[in-house]
């Protein structure tokens, strides 16, 4: 069974500092692996899409990479701002296309 | 462009009644997924559907079914509403493609659902 885990549980940073929020799961086979960002009281909105055969994806200031065979994936974010605060959420895909989910990082970020 | 959109967006039931959580796509995704979100618990896979006509249980299934006969909906269906299924309900979508589905699309979610029961 695949198990996501994200680590910290919470974190808080003063604008401006680079920071990596880190996503491990068990099993290596997967199709895929999402980087969500979702606000309080908010849905999920997609930050990355890492393919398995990929090993990072950027999309400006958040760089996210991808380890298959450690079972591992870092998100980077670059000069994080208040803005950037919410819970990060890491999902693998693998087997029937289910998305399986840790319980998230909460970032605040401190002006 | 909606993408995913889920309704109600709240609603207070008590112990007993039924609802019907509705979920409606317009991307053309032949997968969809209901999933709820428990504090601290993260997302837990209640339903999903890799096609019209076609649904499995996911992780947390008790309590609920659901239906698939059109591509874009995928409707939520709580028979005898408990305390326990408070929480919010998320559904999503996702358009695998390639050989062996080993590629997919990314996965879309809707705007949540909070339901209480008391």
């Known amino acids: 069974k695949q198990e996501v885990t994200q680590i910290p549980a919470a974190l808080s940073v003063p604008e401006g500092e680079n920071l990596v929020l880190n996503c491990s799961f068990t099993?290596?086979?997967?199709?895929?692996l999402q980087w969500f960002r979702q606000d309080p009281g908010k849905g999920l909105t997609s930050l990355l899409l890492?393919?398995?055969?990929?090993r990072e994806q950027t999309s400006g200031r958040l760089n996210a990479s991808l380890d298959k065979s450690s079972g591992r994936s870092t998100l980077y974010i670059a000069a994080s701002q208040p803005g950037d605060s919410a819970t990060y959420l890491c999902?693998?895909?693998?087997?029937?296309?289910?998305?399986?989910f840790g319980k998230g990082t909460k970032l605040t970020v401190n002006p | 462009n909606a993408g995913v959109t889920q309704t109600p967006k709240f609603r207070i039931l008590k112990i007993g009644q039924s609802m019907t959580l509705q979920c409606a796509q317009d991307?053309?995704?032949?997968?969809m997924y209901w999933y709820r979100q428990d504090p601290g618990m993260g997302l837990k896979l209640i339903y999903y559907?890799?096609?019209?006509?076609?649904?499995d249980k996911g992780e947390v299934p008790n309590g609920y079914n659901v239906s698939r006969s059109t591509t874009e909906d995928f409707p939520l269906r709580l028979e005898l509403a408990a305390p326990s299924q408070t929480s919010v309900y998320f559904c999503?979508?996702?358009?695998?493609?390639?050989?062996?589905?080993?590629?997919?699309?990314?996965?879309?979610f809707g705007q949540g659902t909070r339901l209480t029961v008391v």
């Open positions: 999503a979508s996702s358009f695998p493609q390639g050989r062996g589905r080993v590629f997919s699309t990314e996965a879309f």
């Open positions: 099993d290596s086979a997967i199709y895929n």
């Open positions: 890492i393919q398995s055969s990929q």
């Open positions: 999902a693998v895909c693998s087997g029937s296309e289910k998305l399986v």
């Open positions: 991307m053309n995704h032949n997968y």
């Open positions: 559907s890799v096609g019209a006509g076609i649904t």
